[in-house]
């Protein structure tokens, strides 16, 4: 029921966007962000398993996750997915088994919490943190403020404390302090859910020039299928890898 309205609101939206003509875009801006290096070995995991009040969340299971995989993760609720992302981002420990991460893995894990941002800060001090300029595939260099504008923060709206900002606002703003890390393996849970349209289209169109791995948590089958070239489903036996979307 709440997948069926938030979709009548995205295509409310989409009437409204309609009525309201074309927007500004950023054409001169890419998102083909270089990255560092991914090598050979990214993600191995052996017989990891999640047990949480004597219930076992995350059956054992063996994955070698390669460079270049796009890989959604499905199931029910309470199942494990968002555990499964945050023992990748080492934010969990494991109960069994064992994970190894390659020497050259940068994660970027956009979680369903999120950092707390400092609301004193400005936006765009908040991202010059992160970075003051990031590389772009083609060798040149993009800066923040640049970054900002492709995130739908022109302007003087880069100079708005953070504290005024709206939760979706905070939501795009929280993603765009993550890929300024370039990082080369990203882990994304339930990306689709507090993000708006046009920064949803943002994020698949960064991700389509991405040349690093990504994980998915999603519901959202629309994401899925054009994120994703495999599938983890999380099932009550265990874990089942289907290949395709």
């Known amino acids: 029921k709440a997948r069926t309205t938030k979709q009548k609101a ?7 966007l309609g009525k309201a003509g074309p927007a500004a875009r950023y054409d001169d801006l890419e998102i083909s962000i270089a990255g ?3 090598g050979k070995k990214v993600i191995e995991l052996h017989q990891i398993s999640k047990v949480y009040e004597d219930r076992t969340i995350i059956q054992p299971f063996d994955y070698i996750v390669q460079k270049h995989d796009r890989i959604g993760i499905i199931g029910p609720n309470g199942r ?3 555990t499964l992302l945050k023992m990748i981002a080492g934010e969990l420990k494991p109960d069994g088994g064992s994970f190894e991460l ?3 893995v940068s994660i970027g894990y956009f979680s369903q919490e999120a950092e707390e941002l400092d609301g004193s800060l400005r936006v765009i001090e908040y991202i010059s943190q992160k970075a003051e300029r990031i590389q772009k595939a083609d060798g040149s260099w993009i800066s923040a403020a640049q970054m900002l504008e492709l995130f739908l923060f022109p302007g003087e709206a880069q100079w708005t404390p953070i504290a005024k900002l709206s939760g979706g606002e905070k939501r795009r703003l929280y993603l765009l302090g993550i890929l300024m890390g370039a990082p080369n393996v990203l882990l994304l849970d339930e990306p689709t859910n507090d993000l708006d349209i046009q920064t949803l289209t943002i994020l698949e169109d960064y991700l389509e020039s991405f040349s690093g791995t990504v994980i998915a948590v999603s519901h959202d089958r629309f994401f899925l299928d054009r994120v994703a070239d ?3 489903a999380i099932e009550e036996g265990g874990q089942v890898r289907h290949d395709g979307g």
């Not at 995205?10 to 409204?16: A, G, P, V």
């Open 80 to 82: 494990g997915k968002s």
């Open 102 to 104: 390659g020497s050259t």
């Open 10 to 16: 995205r295509i409310d939206r989409f009437h409204e």
């Open 36 to 38: 560092s290096r991914l």
């Open 230 to 232: 495999s599938i983890i």
